[in-house]
């Protein structure tokens, strides 16, 4: 089984993008993005799980993330990247991570839409499904412009009729997952008012 921890940061209203990058600059969200998706115990290694918009809207000179295993997933099997793999086969393979070399630790899904909304929505019988979300929630401004949303994991539709509720953890559990200190309560920053917050079901 291939458990998924999805990390985003989303609006209010879930907006998560605008022409096809980040409506914000957040460096010290980015920090705890970095962080977090690289935490592993020594001789293992996280894996990041991407769409191609994604790893194309990552600037070339920080690709691929550095101490992660990184996937990009598509569709196209005519685009040419050497880490290019489907959803299907790249979670077969995680399911088996003490095959890989280093294993596999943890494997986070840090985007796009489309990836978040596959994802999210596969059932928690299945051998792989996501049962954590790492949520910076932007609190304000509302940043209405955003043109990209990912899905609202906390009304989705119950998959093949079975009902897993989400639940938001304590700062302490997040910190604990986590593995190091996490800034608790509504941060600011460039004018931006954010939470750290982990759901997990």
């Not at 839409?113 to 051998?127: D, I, K, M, N, V």
């Not at 412009?145 to 938001?168: I, K, S, T």
Request: aromatic share 8%; proline share 6%; charged share 20%.
């Amino acid at each position: 089984m291939t458990r998924l921890t999805v990390v985003v940061a989303a609006t209010l209203n879930n907006g998560i993008g605008q022409n096809g990058r980040l409506p914000w600059r957040l460096s010290k969200e980015m920090q705890y993005f970095a962080r977090v998706t690289s935490n592993a115990p020594e001789g293992s290694v996280n894996a990041v799980l991407m769409g191609r918009n994604t790893w194309e809207s990552i600037p070339k000179k920080f690709r691929p993330l550095p101490r992660r295993l990184n996937v990009v997933i598509s569709s196209n099997r005519q685009y040419e990247l050497f880490l290019t793999l489907q959803l299907d086969s790249t979670l077969d393979r995680l399911s088996h991570s003490e095959r890989l070399e280093p294993p596999i630790h943890r494997a986070f899904v840090i985007g796009g839409a489309s990836l978040y909304r596959e994802t999210l929505s596969l059932s928690p019988s299945s051998g792989s499904y996501v049962d954590r979300v790492l949520l910076t929630r932007i609190l304000e401004p509302a940043f209405e412009q955003c043109d990209v949303h990912m899905p609202n994991f906390l009304d989705a539709e119950p998959q093949g009729g079975e009902h897993v509720a989400w639940r938001r953890t304590s700062h302490a559990e997040l910190q604990e997952w986590a593995g190091f200190a996490v800034p608790e309560g509504i941060q600011e920053e460039s004018g931006v008012k954010y939470e750290f917050q982990m759901w997990a079901r």
